[in-house]
């Protein structure tokens, strides 16, 4: 619950300090004098966004921060999960500067306002104008209902079956699309892996035939420098060999007179050798290499054919070849397997089915068991709130199934005798809204662990005795529950454990709101005035003061 209360520099707010009753809370004050004000900063607190128009001074910060005591609310996982410090104090801090940044915090760690919203979830419940208006939003409505027939945490279970369903569904679809396309393209896909497979290629074979084409084309100048080349060094009478064969006998006849002779000797005698050996090698080269037609033909047929099968599939070697024809293989594989991949994700499909079904089912008959409960509690409380003809009934009408199961849930209403219940947001005025609403709270507030509760003029429309029996009921919500109402009701203010004023300051340049805690005079007082106008009567001190003794 809600310990402690700092706000500063926020709207009309300069600094406000609050401890409200871990009980009844009651705050009053003038029409403008800042009591939604405070509820604005609290709705800092549980992740609601700013800017910087609610800063009152433009120059400073504002700042808003609550202690809450979370000793019984078993929030430690919560705080594991998100890695942040446990004390059963928690300190929630939020900070808005004047260029606009906004920072929150739990405990001094820096958090996002996903994790303040989600913390903030389990610990205050904020009742405002505007969700009074979300009463006729049907997704509100079955949240209710599930609170009610406690099946919020089915319906997390649930949720998971129906992701996984639709998951299941949409490859089952992607799939049968993919397989339709394939099938269409099957028989080009079998021309085209035939055709490659038909060329039985190998990847480095292009460069391969390239030389070999090169060498058979021009074959007859290869033979004639070949020969000419051979008669050159060994096949004529003035031939290399012979030149060379008497430099090495004229060398050796004075390779005695010295080194240097002796190495020339050597070296010309080598050559000679090397150059027999090249002009054998010249001779047989010559003799085998004959024309062949037929071999130049085959080559030339077959880098025509990888060619034009690169053209064809825009691609420039025959790995890439090779790898189209793979992919051809592969597609046409996934036609054949196809009926039976489809088969095995159909029956994923039936079966994440018949598990959510089952659960929706669960879910679907567990929120129907608890309509008529909840009809007669609600009509119950609403005739005790001055509403004796008020009817409330739960339609319910199948649906596909979707995220919040197969239960196509309306709250119908109807506050006057003889008329058919309605759709809430066709039938219930502000003040029928307001109890509606203050009557759900209350069969709630033991449905959902929330430890403070806070109403906004949730007593608009009513007064007198009425008021009394709806502020008895806040005292009953308030032995387990920390309630805090803001009320223009005396009836309602008389009730509170603590009592709080909001008042505007106007003696500065600019205006300022204030709360104050007040005493049992003051607390007479301001209920004689709520009673009698500004200028109480003694029948109105007097009232307030019974009130008070109540």
Do not use: W
Not at 26 to 37: F, L, P, V
Not at 361 to 377: D, M
């Amino acid at each position: 619950m809600l310990q402690k209360l700092l706000i500063k520099n926020y709207a009309l707010i300069q600094e406000l300090n609050i401890e409200p009753s871990p009980n009844l809370n009651t705050i009053t004050g003038e029409t403008g004098a800042g009591k939604s004000i405070m509820l604005g900063a609290v709705g800092l607190l549980i992740g609601k966004r700013a800017d910087t128009k609610v800063l009152y001074s433009s120059e400073k910060k504002c700042i808003v921060e609550g202690i809450f005591n979370i000793k019984e609310y078993n929030l430690k996982s919560f705080f594991e999960n998100e890695d942040l410090d446990y004390d059963e104090e928690c300190v929630i801090r939020r900070e808005i500067s004047a260029s606009g940044k906004s920072r929150a915090f739990i405990n001094d760690t820096p958090v996002t306002l996903d994790v303040l919203k989600n913390l903030g979830a389990y610990l205050m419940d904020v009742h405002s104008q505007h969700e009074t208006l979300l009463l006729g939003d049907q997704d509100f409505q079955l949240r209710i209902i599930d609170a009610y027939s406690n099946t919020l945490d089915s319906l997390s279970e649930y949720q998971a079956l129906y992701k996984s369903y639709v998951e299941a569904h949409r490859k089952l679809k992607s799939f049968k699309e993919n397989s339709a396309q394939l099938q269409q393209e099957k028989e080009f896909n079998q021309f085209q892996f035939d055709e490659l497979d038909k060329a039985k290629l190998k990847a480095d074979e292009q460069d391969d035939l390239e030389n070999k084409l090169e060498i058979l084309e021009n074959g007859e100048q290869i033979k004639l420098k070949l020969s000419e080349a051979y008669e050159l060094v060994d096949g004529s009478e003035f031939s290399a060999i012979q030149n060379l064969h008497q430099a090495v006998e004229s060398l050796k006849s004075i390779q005695t007179y010295g080194k240097d002779f002796q190495e020339l000797s050597d070296r010309l005698n080598s050559t000679f050798i090397e150059i027999q050996d090249i002009a054998k090698e010249l001779e047989i080269t010559a003799n085998e290499f004959e024309h062949q037609p037929e071999e130049l033909q085959y080559t030339q047929e077959r880098l025509s054919l990888i060619y034009s099968l690169q053209q064809k599939h825009k691609v420039d070697k025959v790995v890439d070849l090779i790898k189209v024809k793979d992919e051809l293989e592969d597609k046409l594989l996934s036609v054949q397997d196809a009926e039976g991949s489809e088969q095995k994700l159909q029956q994923a499909v039936d079966q994440t089915f018949e598990n959510m079904n089952k659960k929706a089912q669960e879910i679907s008959k567990k929120r129907i068991q608890h309509f008529n409960k909840l009809e007669n509690e609600l009509i119950d409380l609403l005739a005790d709130l001055g509403m004796e003809n008020a009817i409330v009934k739960i339609d319910n009408q199948p649906k596909d199934h979707d995220k919040t199961g197969i239960d196509d849930i309306k709250i119908l209403f109807s506050a006057n005798k003889g008329i058919a219940p309605q759709n809430l947001k066709n039938v219930a005025s502000g003040g029928e809204f307001s109890r509606l609403m203050f009557s759900i709270k209350y069969i709630m507030a033991d449905k959902i662990a929330m430890p403070t509760i806070i109403f906004d003029e949730i007593d608009t429309g009513i007064s007198g005795e009425i008021a009394i029996k709806m502020v008895n009921m806040m005292l009953k919500m308030s032995e387990n529950h920390q309630v805090i109402t803001i009320s223009h009701l005396p009836q309602i203010a008389a009730k509170g454990h603590q009592h709080y004023f909001v008042y505007k300051d106007n003696s500065s340049e600019k205006s300022v709101s204030k709360i104050k805690l007040l005493t049992k005079d003051e607390r007479s007082m301001e209920i004689a005035k709520m009673i009698g106008g500004k200028n109480p009567s003694e029948s109105a001190i007097q009232s307030a003061k019974e009130l008070l003794a109540v």
